[in-house]
């Protein structure tokens, strides 16, 4: 069986977990303690960052590489199309996603973690102890805020990211206003890619990702709330609906993740 070492909360695994539930491919999940379950990683895999795929003897870092492994090695329901002009676009799409949602959806969020405790405790590893997930709740805001100055995540990066967003999200309601996906009649690695990395953005209704029911629905204010991107949300979660396998509680596909073993 495929083994994903992940981050529950990160979206580039919600990506990798998105695109396996599509190809239909059974995998366990392994979450990665930030900090020690890394190191671990690392002396297995020789890559501290997650997602890790591990294939028999095989790991695969990266959550593009990982996108093209399984395309490679699992043709069964295919990613990328074989016209050329789709499969340029396609893969552009996918790198722009990485680079715009992805990383600005990160620093949107930490708008929303700074105002709410609730979403500070939903990055919190799945496996911290409630008494930590307590304190780190109780963290001041205006502490929050000069941490996040220290990081680079100052309120004018934090506000200028939230209007890129704001931009991304219209242009694809724009895109998506007459087609079921973004390249056509035919999903592909650029709708899961951009799916998947949205999830900072707001969370999916349903019981997709491990967080506590409170979050299922909620996002970064602006952005989650924001009548002008329902109609990306709502293609978003019809995405969901018809290839994501929710959270079932066991040890397989579509379930909470098992803690990384550290000897």
């Known amino acids: 069986m495929l083994e994903l070492y992940q981050f529950e909360i990160s979206q580039y695994s919600e990506k990798v977990r998105l695109i396996l539930d599509y190809k239909g491919l059974e995998y366990r999940k392994h979450e ?35 996108a093209k492994y399984l395309e490679t090695h699992y043709p069964e329901q295919p990613l990328i199309p074989t016209d050329s002009k789709k499969r340029g676009f396609c893969l552009m799409m996918e790198e722009w996603a990485d680079e715009s949602i992805g990383i600005k959806g990160r620093k949107a969020l930490f708008s ?15 496996t911290t102890p409630d008494l930590f997930k307590n304190l780190v709740g109780e963290v001041p805001s205006d502490f929050l805020k000069l941490l996040g100055v220290g990081v680079g995540y100052t309120p004018d990066v934090v506000a200028s990211a939230i209007k890129d967003l704001k931009q991304d999200l219209s242009a694809l309601c724009l895109i998506l206003a007459d087609s ?23 969370f999916p209704d349903d019981a997709y990702i491990d967080i506590p029911e409170a979050l299922r629905g909620k996002g970064v204010p602006g952005l989650a709330d924001n009548p002008d ?11 969901y609906a018809q290839f994501r396998k929710p959270l079932t509680g066991q040890s397989n596909t579509g379930t909470a993740p098992t803690s990384i073993q550290i000897d």
Not at 112 to 126: H, N
């Open 229 to 239: 991107y329902e109609l990306f949300f709502t293609w978003r979660d019809r995405l």
């Open 180 to 202: 079921p996906y973004l390249l056509g009649d035919e999903p592909c690695l650029a709708d899961f890619a951009v799916a998947g990395l949205s999830i900072l953005l707001k």
């Open 112 to 126: 929303a973690i700074s105002q709410d405790q609730s979403f500070r405790k939903s990055l919190l590893p799945i």
């Open 32 to 66: 990665v303690t930030p900090g020690i379950g890394q190191v671990e990683l690392f002396r297995m895999t020789g890559q501290r960052q997650v997602p890790v795929l591990k294939d028999g003897n095989k790991f695969v870092a990266d959550s593009t590489e990982i």
